[in-house]
T-cell receptor, first 110, second 116 residues
């Protein structure tokens, strides 16, 4: 069964304290891995798409990487405004269906 | 551009009542999706429409119906609401070209539904 697991469930960081969020997956054929940010009471906001192992994408303090079994979202010197829930999702071969993880709730303290 | 809009923002229903959740996008996207989000669970796909005129079941379609009214609009109907359908519902859209940046999904603000 295709599955996406995110860890940790929740993470508290001090402002400036870098860390990484993990998204591990077991799917029959990965065709894309997606990272989203979700603020309370809002819809998910797209961050990155990764298609192949070794690929990396960066945006401001965020950097996403992909291996054959997992993806990491690295947050460098986070600020309080980076506080949100970060979701990852995968798409498998030949389908429009996307499987989402349960997310990591990030809190950055000033 | 408003992006993806959803109505209503919040709704309370009694068990057995029916309602339709509306979704519209102004990005000329081909594909549209309905998800539900429950505490402790990831977003789960209810139905999707890869292109105008087509709809397909997702992971949790039971108790729901959809209509792709035109390229812009994709509605979700609950014929006889049940407490288990209490959730936050998100609509999303994408240009729909798999394997490219155009498959990125853009989400609406959500509809919070409470079934008593």
């Amino acid at each position: 069964e295709d599955q996406v697991t995110q860890s940790p469930e929740a993470l508290r960081l001090q402002e400036g304290e870098s860390s990484s969020l993990n998204c591990s997956y077991t799917v029959s054929g990965l065709r894309g891995l997606f990272w989203y940010r979700q603020d309370p009471g809002k819809g998910p906001e797209f961050l990155f798409t990764l298609y192949s192992a070794g690929e990396e994408k960066e945006k401001e303090r965020l950097k996403a990487t992909l291996t054959k079994k997992e993806s990491f979202l690295h947050i460098t010197a986070p600020k309080p405004e980076d506080s949100a829930t970060y979701l990852c999702a995968v798409r498998t071969s030949g389908t429009y269906k996307y499987i989402f993880g349960t997310g990591t709730r990030l809190k950055v303290l000033a | 551009n408003a992006g993806v809009t959803q109505t209503p923002k919040f709704q309370v229903l009694k068990t057995g009542q029916s309602m339709t959740l509306q979704c519209a996008q102004d990005m000329n996207h081909n594909s549209m999706y309905w998800y539900r989000q429950d505490p402790g669970m990831g977003l789960r796909l209810i139905y999707y429409s890869a292109s105008e005129g087509t709809t397909d079941k997702g992971e949790v379609p039971n108790g729901y119906n959809v209509s792709r009214l035109n390229k812009r609009e994709f509605s979700l109907r609950l014929e006889s609401a049940a407490p288990s359908q209490t959730s936050v519902y998100f609509c999303a859209s994408s240009e729909g070209v798999l394997g490219t940046a155009q498959e990125t999904q853009y989400f609406g603000p959500g509809t919070r539904l409470l079934v008593l």
